[in-house]
């Protein structure tokens, strides 16, 4: 069972997690959830906290005079200390594995009129995430879109493609699109060191990505040079690994992602922080020179 906050934020749309009696508690505590998330609030244009509007678990019994309202985890705390009998558990139980539809608002901390809805379904033993607004296409994009000037529009488009598709739970498709990003990344470095004095562009076109990256290390994020072993991965992912395990494994890799491109940005931003001082400088040098 994912957690709440994956649950909301990551699970795939119609990936059915089967449940069984001995884990019941974990889809009240998706249905009942108290807690925050943080995610782009497309209402104030940043990201924000937003406040969980679930209601408390609420059940009856025989052997309660009315209706028996706490959290999830204060109830999993009063069963360990055998404050509910068998009978009440066995009700609670009932009402985690039954089928139904749920739907799960949180509210912005900032402004309280914006809006997540995240929809579930329980059926024959399983729960889904079949529905959310805004869409994960619509949230992602907007916490992605800072990456469109280092991607470039092409590379920021299979980016938004391969978050949709994962969202949808294509998970072999989702690793294609991220493959080619890492790859352009690669193939933009190669560009850049194609005038320099010694390069062999037919050596390199022979080598294999693990050896183009060494070679091309001084010109690539620290963190694709360390990490070098995602490329691997995603290719594993394409040509062997099925729709699950790609699925599983989508989450980490995107955040790869991200950080090498974090890292081309704060690159780009020093660079350019550096040119402006320069300028400034040689300008304040020639003034006090001249006068």
Known sequence: MPTPQQAFLTLPMHREIPLIEASYTEVLRIEHYQGTVDCHC???GREAVFQSKAPLLTFRSGHSPGAVRLSVDEYERATR???????????VQQLALRDRAFTVEFSCTRNGEHK???FFRVHDGTVSKVGQWPSVAALEETGIKKYRGVLGERRFREFSRAVGLHAHAVGIGAFVYLRRIFEGLIDTARQAATGEPGWDETAFGRCRMDEKIQTLKA?????????RHMYA???KGIHELGEEECLDYFEPLKTGIEMILDQEIERRELAAKADRAG??????RQ?????
Do not use: D, M
Request: proline residues 5%; neutral net charge.
């Open 42 to 44: 497309q209402g104030c």
């Open 81 to 91: 200390h055998n404050q509910f009998s068998p009978e009440q558990q066995f009700v």
């Open 116 to 118: 997540l809805f995240f």
């Open 219 to 227: 010109r690539l994020p620290a963190f694709l040079v360390e990490h």
């Open 233 to 235: 991965i995603l290719s």
């Open 279 to 284: 300028a400034a400088l040689n300008a304040i």
């Open 287 to 291: 003034k006090l020179g001249s006068a």
